[in-house]
């Protein structure tokens, strides 16, 4: 979760990224990213695919998500001027659409449909609910239960 004050995205739950830097090509700039603010050393991360790119109105970026995955389990070590906390979500929890949906909220006055997921006890939002939405429902895909 994002501290609540940052100038951009203040107390959001997002996923770790930024900018990609000149020259950097974006599974760089994501690998950096995880780095920096949440401490996953690089050369412990296996990138096995990447998700579905697209723009976001609200940040002016374009988002390059990736997958990777690790032999053990992360040490996470936030960086404290930018992240509240780290939250883990269970897979089971992605793949349940019930935990998903759709809601409408104002955005700079006007009212916008904005995806979600709830986790826990937190709601997640908007680009990180559409990364997180379309992981599960790859996995689902992939390994979830054997057709009847």
Partial sequence: MRRH?????????SLPGGAIDEGEAPVDAALREAH?????????????????????????FVVFPFIGIMDTRP?????????AEVLEAPVQELLDRGRTGWDRRPRENIIVDLPYLKTGSHIVWGATAMILGEFGALFDDQFGPPAR
């Fill in 5 to 13: 004050d940052l100038p951009h995205h203040p107390g959001q739950i």
């Fill in 36 to 60: 920096e603010e949440i401490g996953i050393e690089r050369d412990s991360v296996r990138i096995v695919g990447a998700l579905s790119s697209f723009f976001v109105i609200v940040s002016n």
């Fill in 75 to 83: 040490v996470f070590r936030p960086e404290a001027r930018e992240v």
